[in-house]
């Protein structure tokens, strides 16, 4: 069973950085996006980043030149830095990927959401 794990929300002030990391197990043989979501107060679901298996990326435009989405394929991990945070990044960020276990076609799979609040 593939599970997907988030870790490093917490609390920062404006300015500053946090880097949260997405790690894929389970019976996993390839996967083909990963990426990041976030979902603040009272608000929808939205796109942060992501990236493909041959390393491109795509940004939502208020996050564009702060946050940086990066992966270690051999780890099946993934990351999101974000530097210069700002009060409206407060959200539960989500990690996302579509993926290929063995022996079954290609999925959608979510983490269970890590809180990132900034303070101003």
């Known amino acids: 069973q593939v599970q997907l794990a988030e870790s490093g929300g917490g609390l920062v002030q404006a300015g500053g950085s946090l880097r949260l990391s997405c790690k894929a197990s389970g019976s996993i043989f390839i996967t083909d996006v990963m990426g990041w979501y976030r979902q603040p107060p009272g608000k929808q679901r939205e796109l942060v980043a992501k990236?493909?298996?041959?390393?491109?990326?795509n940004y939502a435009d208020s996050v564009k030149g702060r946050f940086t989405i990066s992966r270690d394929n051999a780890k099946n991990t993934w990351y999101l830095q974000m530097n210069s945070l700002k009060p409206e990044d407060t959200a539960v960020y989500y990690c996302n990927a579509d993926l290929r276990a063995w022996g079954e076609g290609r999925k959608n799979y979510w983490g269970q959401g890590t809180q990132v609040t900034v303070s101003s």
């Open positions: 990236i493909t298996s041959g390393g491109n990326t």
